[in-house]
Every structure is written in structure tokens, then in C-alpha cells.
């Protein structure tokens, strides 16, 4: 009965209680918001790598090494030697390597030196793996990858040749012009650090830095030509006599991505590989670093939630205000109920329901928006953002923050209820 009158009497001031709704779904929309992307942001962060079971560096801090391998940032302390890459090649724990060699840039952005197994394996976000908007991998010694980002700001094409400097300024006076790559192909979208990234052959970069410490010029190179051989886009292993020519012209990488033949067997190879006594190296669980790396961040997650907290706070006072200023318009309302029998308990009852209707309604419209809005982004987060929308909206945190909206409105309520409480004890004693 008394739902009957506290939806009479909303649709009666539907003008106020519209422009209320408004704010309280503005509101709880930003929290749910906040709330589901912190989550989503903090999942898609963790799996900025995915699929690489170990990170194999020089000795180092865990987050060291994980920032300059995977996103790019800093500088290696050292560098190993490709004898560690032949070691975890026979490993019988080993299903693949990826070895990454750093240290070069082109225009301000980051030069990463590998070979084909970087786009069979590396993996990013949900296990997704690496894909070409245009072009292949690595066709030849001197082929180039570059990132989407890297492609769309410097207007690169599939054949266009480019120049490494060395060093990772924006600005380089050690340009390796003797030795241009020319690019292959051109990454899709991701997210991630790959975007900003040129990626070179290993074979390109010992050659241009072998090139540099020689002195040779470039017109010396262009009167007589050193033919490429070509290296295998679908074999991303090669072959085992291109492994040997490898290793006669590598000398060392800065990082090595692992993957294992079975998860399980991480920490063990983990522990072997940090108790190597031979060449000191340093192996992480990329999962373990990037969690401890989210930890350092964790403040501008709460700062977001804190805002939208006060948000809904501003949105509680505004019901607040629209009720209290109703109370003098609903003067006749409550002589009327008053005169059918309705006491001041039942006022108070009135009040609070119609409090409560509206927010539980506005919380409703907001998890429909919200759900619509992150279905609609989805694909345009993760490509532009690198945010990965897994799941849905409807989660423990969310009902969790409705049944949290609903108390606090409730409690809030209190301040108008009691107001129309008083209002009808008044006027029953009057009618007395």
C-alpha cells in the first residue's frame, strides 16, 4: 500500500524527481564505473605480457628488468650471453625463447632486436597474440616491424627504409645510416608498449654495431652490395643450421623470454637459473613483478574511487533537498493520508520508500548504461587504452556498492522523514 502512494506520489512531482533521478544515475553510473574499470584496468596492467612463463635478464631488481624488457623503459645494467639462450634452448623444461636485444631507437622510440618467435609466441592482454595490419615478419637480415603507433606517427608503409641511432634520446648524433632496415610489416593495434616499438632482426643489430665499430661507410656498402639471405616467415625456429649462424654472430641480448612446457615448472627453473654460479643472471615470474608494480600505483586507484564516493555524496544531498523541499508543497498530501488513518509512523514509512524507490531505480538505469557503454568501447579500449573488458558488470564489488547506495539513501532519508513525521503529528493534533 504504502509503494502504491510512494509512486502516486513521485509521478506527481515528476519534474523534481526526474532532475533528482538524473543526478543519482550520473552518480552511481561513475561509481559502478570506477569500481568495474578499476578492476579491469588492474587485470589488463597485470597481463600487459601473457603467456611468457619466465623473463631471463642480467642481475637486477625484478621491476628493473621488467620495465626495460617489457615496457620499454630504463636501461639494461648488462647484458647476457647468447650462450644462456643456447642453454634454455635444451632444456627439457623449455617449450620456446624469445631473446630481445635493447639499447637503439629510432625518432625517440624504442628499438627491439629478435626474431620471428617475437610474433609466434609473445602474447598480450587475454593470451592474445601479436598481429600484422599489414606486411609479415622478418623476411631478411635487415627486415623491420614496427608498432601501430609508431607506423600511424611517422607515416610508415611495408618497404619504406628506416635508420637506427644509437642511444634512446629523441635526438642522436650516432645515426647506423650505413646499415637501413626496410619495414616488412606493420603491427595491429594493441595497447600495449608494442605499439611504440620498431622491431629489428638480431642478425641487423650485430651487423650495424659490427658495421659502426669498423667505421664503414655507406657509399662503400652501395658500391659493392653484401647480399641478404633470407630468413623463414613461417619458422619462426629456423632451421638448425641458421641457429649455428646465429650463434657465430651474437654475442650477447639483454633479456629472454621463456616459455615453459608446463606452468608448474617455473619456480624450479626460476630457482636454477638465480643459482647459476657459471654467468649470474636473473629470472622473474612477470606475473609476480607486474603485480608488485601495480602496488606502487595503487594510490590513483583510490584517489578515482574517492571522487566518485564524494560525486554520490553531492547527488544523496541533492535527493535530500528535493524531499525536505517538497515537505511544505505536500502539506494538503499528508492532511489527506492523515484523515484516511494513516499515522505518523506511516508518513515517516512514506517518505523513506519513495527515497529508496528512486535510488534503487537509478542504480538499476545506471548498471544498464554502464553495461551498454563498456559492450560498445570494448574493442576501441583495448586497441586504444590497452584495457581488456572480460566479464560483466554484474559482480560481487557492484552489488556490493547498490546494497552500499541504498543504505546510505536510506539513512539520508531519515533528515526528510522525520520532517514529514513532525509535519503530520501536527496536523493530527490540529485536526484534534
Known sequence: MIGKIALASLKHRRTSV?????????????????????????????RTVSGVDLIVGAPTGNLNLLLYSVFHMGNATNGISWEQVDKLKQ?????????????????GYRVVGTDNRYFSHYQYGDKQSIQF????????????????????????????????????????????????FRVSGILSPTGTPIDKAVHVTLQGVEMMHE?????????????????????????????????????????????????????????????????????PVLAILPGMALS????????????????????????????????????????????????????????????QTEALLLALGACLIALGLDSLLFVGLKDFLSTKFGLF????????????????????????????????YRQALHAGLSQR
Open 91 to 107: 632444456n627439457k623444461l623449455v617449450d620456446w625463447v624469445i631473446p630481445v636485444s635493447l639499447g637503439d631507437s629510432h625518432q
Open 292 to 351: 608488485q608494480l601495480w602496488q606502487l600505483m595503487g594510490g590513483i586507484e583510490k584517489l578515482l574511487l574517492g571522487i566518485s564516493v564524494l560525486i554520490l555524496v553531492a547527488s544523496l544531498i541533492g535527493l535530500i533537498t528535493m524531499l525536505l523541499a517538497s515537505m511544505r508543497e505536500r502539506r494538503h498530501e499528508i492532511a489527506v493520508l492523515r484523515a484516511m488513518g494513516a499515522g505518523p509512523v506511516a508518513i515517516l514509512w512514506l517518505v
Open 211 to 279: 658495421n659502426a665499430r669498423r667505421g664503414t661507410s655507406r657509399s662503400m656498402r652501395i658500391q659493392k652490395p653484401e647480399p641478404e639471405a633470407a630468413l623463414s616467415a613461417e619458422e619462426p625456429e629456423h632451421a638448425h643450421h641458421e641457429d649455428k649462424h646465429e650463434a657465430a654472430q651474437l654475442t650477447q641480448v639483454t633479456a629472454i623470454f621463456v616459455g615453459l612446457t608446463s606452468r608448474a615448472a617455473a619456480l624450479q627453473l626460476q630457482y636454477q637459473l638465480n643459482q647459476n654460479n657459471e654467468e
Open 18 to 46: 526526474l532532475l533528482t533521478l538524473i543526478s543519482i544515475v550520473i552518480s552511481v553510473s561513475l561509481l559502478l564505473g570506477v569500481e568495474f574499470i578499476r578492476g579491469q584496468v588492474k587485470q589488463s596492467f597485470t
Open 133 to 180: 595490419a599489414k606486411g609479415g615478419p622478418f623476411t631478411t637480415k635487415r627486415s623491420a616491424v614496427v608498432g601501430s603507433q609508431v607506423a600511424e606517427a611517422l607515416d610508415y608503409q611495408v618497404g619504406d627504409e628506416i635508420v637506427i641511432a644509437h642511444g634512446l634520446g629523441n635526438v642522436s648524433f650516432k645515426q647506423h645510416d650505413d646499415h637501413p
Open 389 to 420: 573488458i572480460t566479464g560483466n558488470l554484474l559482480t560481487v564489488n557492484s552489488g556490493v556498492i547498490i546494497i552500499c547506495v541504498l543504505a546510505a539513501t536510506w539513512l539520508c532519508s531519515f533528515v526528510p522523514a522525520l520532517a514529514a
